[in-house]
């Protein structure tokens, strides 16, 4: 479920394909636009993400290591009927309505409840609330002055307005939230549905992506703890599976990627501007000192949930959740 469904699934195939897409397509003729300008970081990588990583996984079953003990055909059988049987409704994938959803009292998932030993705290729902939290800040912080509106008019700028248009045509999930959740996605573009839309997206692709699936990639890929390299008869690793592995991870997975507290560049808040000619050529973006402020605001405060709230430090060998450092911007491989 954790790899398969929620991870491969959900935000792999149904959300970050669309997602980065459509958002590249959609600003190639206008780079410069502060929204596109605001999505960057979490659009990295996406060529890779949506390709090739769909090759590897069902084209040379690496998904038979990596998401499920099972064969590729009933993995891809699993995933058909999660999509025609449970169909994603991105507004309900909100945080702020998630427990509710699912008829768990928000009661659980305060810091109150996750921190005392003797309640049992919802820990993940938690955490992601908080993050998205700190996106919605920044979502206001980033595009507020130049489009709030709350929900009271739609946004006057026709690249936007494509822009959602299309988001709208090629998610499911989001196409599924305008009809049935309209007050929360409304079918033209308003602040309040960009805003809301845009903090659960982000949440997804970068916190809760690392968290169902990466966080246990330690034990995922060590063949001790995959089914699918352990011999029939019990003994030792096969040699085939193991090989497979390292060579697909160490060639495909274990690349550069960016991460939300990494210093953040230039180029994701200002314009790129260049003199001089090919290797002679020096290019320098002055950053937006304003924009660069709200994401650098968001990094300290993500520093200080890893840094001071008990729920957020146990990850790695302490947990089974991913530290605050170690979270990328985008769903990659
Ligand atoms: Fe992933």
Known sequence: MTNLVLHVKDLHLELA??????TVDAFADNPEHPLRKVLDPFISRSVQATNDNFKLLFD???AEFSLAPLPVDEQLKLIDDFI?????????????VFAQHRNMSAKYSTKEAVDDPSRWGWRWHYRSL??????DELLDCRLGARFNQG???AIDDEVVMQWWADMVKHMPALNRATRLNPEWASEKVTFGSLKRVLRVLLVWL?????????????YVYNPVYTPMNIPLDGVGVPMRSYVFNVAAYRGFVFLERAAL???????WFGTETCS?????????????DKSKQCFTDFQSKLKAFGDDDKAFSECDKTGFYSCVDRVETAVSS
């Open 17 to 22: 394909a669309a997602f980065q897409a459509v």
């Open 60 to 62: 040379y079953h690496a």
């Open 151 to 153: 929900d009271a008019e």
């Open 261 to 267: 507290m990494d210093e953040p560049p230039n180029f």
């Open 206 to 218: 970068s916190w809760i992506h690392e968290d169902v699936g990466h966080s246990a990639a330690s």
């Open 84 to 96: 025609r049987e449970q169909p994603l409704n991105l507004a309900e994938m909100d945080m702020e």
């Open 130 to 135: 908080q993050v998205q939290r700190l996106y």
């Open 276 to 288: 001089g000619w090919w290797m002679f050529q020096s290019c320098t973006t002055p950053a937006d």
